[in-house]
């Protein structure tokens, strides 16, 4: 159980990637109160909150419905999780866990953000959309596991949270550099998770099998 935790921690950490998103929410915000940031914060963790946790629980209703069997799960989710870690490791900005060019200078102009872009792309993203059901498909069946992975997206969720609320003091101690050098290091991690996914995918979709 601990180990599972730990996984799903680490794959939701890489996902969201809190850092990236307090630096993104500081520079949205910079002419706001204090109390709004304070709103958008709590209402943009509420909402991605919302919406991972349904993409947790019906995960396996969508699987069923779509016909998506587990190995292709695996394989697709990992795949995808291994192109969001490269783009980590190169410090690149990844549609799928952060906003395009396009999307950042729309919600600059917007006056609330908490749903776009913070709730989501910034928080819920495709990535972590994807990584949630991969880690709920992973411990069907068992109770215990379907809990942890649960229990680590709360989790997250608070630590995110808090690093909205120090998004400013957040900024300016790492800066620019010290996020990045956090981005390639959780991108390593992602990579490795992703190609295991793969492997683990394919070995049990029996195309292997002669």
């Given at each position: 159980m601990l180990e599972i935790a730990g996984v799903a921690l680490a794959t939701l950490f890489t996902t969201i990637g809190p850092?990236?998103?307090a630096a993104v929410f500081a520079v949205l915000t910079s002419s706001a109160t204090p109390e709004d940031r304070r709103s958008y914060a709590v209402r943009?963790?509420?909402?991605?909150s919302a919406i991972l946790g349904v993409f947790a629980l019906t995960g396996d209703i969508l699987l069923a419905g779509f016909g998506i069997s587990m190995p292709a799960l695996r394989t697709a989710g990992g795949v995808l999780l291994l192109l969001i870690g490269i783009d980590m490791?190169?410090?690149?900005?990844?549609?799928?866990?952060?906003?395009?060019?396009?999307?950042f200078d729309e919600a600059r102009?917007?006056?609330?953000?908490?749903v776009f872009p913070l709730a989501t792309p910034?928080?819920?993203?495709?990535?972590?959309m994807g990584a949630?059901?991969?880690?709920?498909?992973?411990?069907?069946?068992?109770?215990?596991?379907?809990?942890?992975?649960?229990?680590?997206?709360l989790a997250m969720m608070l630590f995110t949270l808090l690093a909205l609320l120090t998004a400013s003091q957040i900024?300016?101690?790492?800066?620019?550099?010290?996020?990045?050098?956090?981005?390639r290091i959780s991108g390593i991690l992602l990579t490795s998770l992703a190609v295991q996914y793969i492997?683990?995918?394919?070995?049990?979709?029996?195309?292997?099998?002669?």
């Open positions: 850092f990236d998103v943009g963790i509420l909402i991605a490791v190169f410090a690149r900005s990844s549609g799928a866990i952060t906003t395009t060019t396009e999307e102009l917007k006056h609330d953000i908490s910034l928080i819920a993203g495709p990535g972590t949630v059901i991969l880690l709920m498909a992973d411990a069907q069946g068992n109770f215990g596991h379907q809990a942890a992975v649960l229990l680590a997206l900024h300016r101690f790492l800066g620019v550099t010290g996020i990045q050098v956090i981005m492997f683990d995918g394919i070995a049990q979709s029996g195309l292997l099998v002669q």
